[in-house]
């Protein structure tokens, strides 16, 4: 209904209007030669102006010149019941409405709406509301509407929401969205962001939202990400990285412009920056040994040779056990156990695998040289297998 209004609005015609347009010399022209003047013979009417009755006794003439002798000047856009040209006959009844511009704005939307009320009531039903309508008037009901037109403000009521500064209010408000702002006393910048936009009428259950929208310089420090450089490996196997120099990143401060949505960062940009530390580039190698073919040495073959090694080295069977423990979870006693990430291999998991070279050339593929030179690093760094087996317990590494 209310698109319907405000589409009469706009368009701003009154449907079925009759064209009337009455001149003092047409008034005369028709008086004079198509009736001549009678003094002897009048006629009673009635003439209903604005639903104002009078009664008349007229000389006989046209239905104009009744008009005329009233003062009465009719518009393109009045209404009369009968042709101006009609001869006048007793007990005749003549209706002139008369067209008044209403300069209206309703919900927002603004347009010359022409009406033949004679008060704002008339008007108000003319555009079908009614009185269940929740409706907000610039002048009261009963206002009488001049000839010459007047201005008119209606607003609709309608149950809304608006959100704003972390709030969000229930409210009856009436007319546009720029209305129901102003009823909670909110201000908002040209920046700040309203939806839907201010000059949208209101509708039953809308949801407004007002969000402040504000730029901010900041200082800040970053980081720097390192480069990295890897190089071949000929000592260790395929996919095998071992670290180098481990990269360090570099540090600046950067001048940004945010753009912040109630408080939030929403956009940024770099202003300016300046280095505060260089970074240190991260440097790998990558194994390029092809991987030693299957070994036929099973974990208990090893472990069969570590444990006649233990004993020649004058530990017991408690520090087997510590031993078997370990390399359990080192490497599950193969021999080519590989670490793809730190380039620990074989079943004491050297790092890198190459070590194992002091203890004979065959190091990759030969569990008894891996033993040998798992057993000495033990002893050199925790004394006994067990020793190293609670270190690793405390650490997850040994």
């Not at 500064?165 to 009436?174: C, E, P, R, V």
């Not at 001048?255 to 920056?273: A, M, N, P, T, Y």
């Not at 203890?359 to 891996?370: H, K, L, V």
Request: glycine share 8%.
């Amino acid at each position: 209904m209310l698109s319907q209004i405000r589409s009469e609005i706009k368009t701003a015609i009154m449907p079925h209007m009759k064209v009337v347009v009455v001149t003092l010399t047409v008034v005369l022209a028709i008086s004079l030669s198509g009736f001549g003047i009678n003094l002897a013979f009048g006629h009673h009417v009635t003439l209903v102006v604005d639903d104002k009755a009078t009664s008349l006794m007229v000389l006989p003439g046209p239905v104009s010149r009744v008009l005329f002798d009233q003062q009465i000047i009719l518009n393109e856009r009045d209404w009369i019941s009968t042709e101006l040209t009609e001869p006048v006959i007793d007990d005749m009844t003549i209706v002139v409405r008369l067209a008044r511009p209403i300069d209206l704005t309703f919900n927002g939307d603004t347009a010359v709406y022409w009406t033949y009320a004679t008060q704002v009531s008339g008007v108000v039903s003319d555009l079908g509301l009614t009185d269940g309508d929740s409706i907000k008037l610039s002048h009261p009901l009963d206002t009488p509407i001049p000839r010459g037109g007047m201005e008119l403000t209606i607003k609709t009521g309608f149950d809304i929401q608006v959100t704003s500064d972390g709030k969000t209010t229930n409210l009856h408000s009436y007319g546009t969205v720029y209305d129901a702002l102003v009823d909670l006393d909110l201000t908002w910048s040209e920046a700040d962001i309203i939806t839907p936009a201010p000059r949208t009428s209101l509708s039953a259950d809308l949801k407004i939202t007002l969000v402040r929208v504000t730029t901010e310089v900041i200082t800040r420090e970053a980081d720097i990400p390192y480069p990295t450089e890897d190089s071949p490996n000929t000592e260790s196997f395929q996919g095998t990285v071992t670290v180098v120099i481990a990269g360090v990143n570099g540090s600046k401060t950067q001048v940004v412009e945010q753009i912040l949505h109630d408080g939030k960062v929403v956009e940024e940009k770099v202003l300016s920056e300046t280095v505060l530390r260089e970074p240190v580039t991260r440097v790998t190698t990558t194994g390029t040994l092809p991987l030693p073919s299957e070994i036929n040495i099973t974990p208990g073959s090893a472990q069969a040779i570590a444990y006649e090694m233990v004993r020649a080295r004058g530990w017991d069977d408690t520090q087997f056990q510590c031993l078997v423990e370990l390399w359990n979870r080192e490497s599950g006693w193969r021999v080519n156990a590989s670490n793809s990430y730190s380039g620990a291999y074989g079943i004491p998991q050297a790092l890198p695998g190459s070590k194992m070279a002091s203890a004979g050339a065959d190091w990759q593929t030969n569990p008894a040289t891996q033993i040998t030179w798992g057993l000495g690093y033990i002893s050199g760094r925790y004394g006994t297998p067990c020793g190293a087996w609670s270190f690793f317990l405390s650490n997850n590494w040994y």
